[in-house]
């Protein structure tokens, strides 16, 4: 009998895509401020610069406009990146999916890895707090802590109190989030939207999920 369904957030929960555009705007508008360079033109370039290589993409930015900077100038951006409250929105299909699982008595909870700030400002945009009954930011166990590692999944089943066989875990990241279930007898979903990213990455250790799905509503005919 499923007792807790657990979460990972990015790209499961909220999409990373819009919050990545969230940031580069709140860049844009830095940029503009400092150097003098419009915010729209600087936030498509960012998204170009972005599309075509994800590293580096602030030193690149200063790059095509000619701007000496250092070390301490892209820390500074990528402060500002990480620590801004983001305008991003839940999937569409979340709440209505909560509110059923908590209706069947079901806890719910959230296993996400990343930098802590900007995990704690996501999870503060999409008021999170109100809907799960407990959140694990990984990097604020260490970032030795990171999924694939279980010490998340064996806090947050003490935390909710239920027993592994009693849950289930759903994520996107076939690097890191299925693993699990070779450990712990948690079953396993990956969810694949419309805007899947995932789709070329590999299997860690070759383990796959359990069940894959498009939506998180696909969750309720399994329980």
Not at 12 to 41: C, M, P, W
């Amino acid at each position: 009998m499923v007792k807790a369904v657990i979460f990972d957030l990015d790209d499961t929960l909220i999409s990373e895509k819009e919050y990545i555009k969230s940031g580069y705007r709140h860049i844009a508008a830095i940029v503009e401020k400092r150097f003098g360079v419009d915010k729209n033109q600087v936030f498509v370039d960012l998204m170009s610069i972005f599309r075509v290589s994800h590293q580096n993409v602030f030193n690149r930015l200063y790059d095509k406009y000619q701007i000496e900077y250092s070390k301490e100038m892209i820390l500074d951006l990528v402060n500002e990146y990480r620590g801004h409250l983001p305008d991003i929105h839940l999937y569409d299909d979340v709440l209505p999916c909560i509110s059923e699982l908590k209706r069947l008595g079901i806890k719910v909870g959230i296993i996400t890895d990343g930098y802590a700030i900007a995990q704690r400002q996501k999870l503060k945009t999409v008021r999170a707090d109100e809907y799960f009954d407990e959140i694990i930011v990984t990097d604020e166990l260490g970032r030795d802590y990171w999924k694939p590692h279980p010490k998340a999944f064996e806090l947050i089943r003490e935390k909710l109190e239920v027993n592994f066989d009693e849950m289930i875990y759903v994520g996107d990241n076939p690097e890191k989030d299925f693993h699990i279930r070779t450990i712990y007898p948690i079953k396993t979903f990956r969810i694949m939207r419309q805007d899947y990213v995932h789709s070329s990455k590999t299997y860690y250790q070759s383990i796959e999920e359990d069940f894959r799905i498009k939506s998180i509503e696909e969750i309720k005919s399994y329980l």
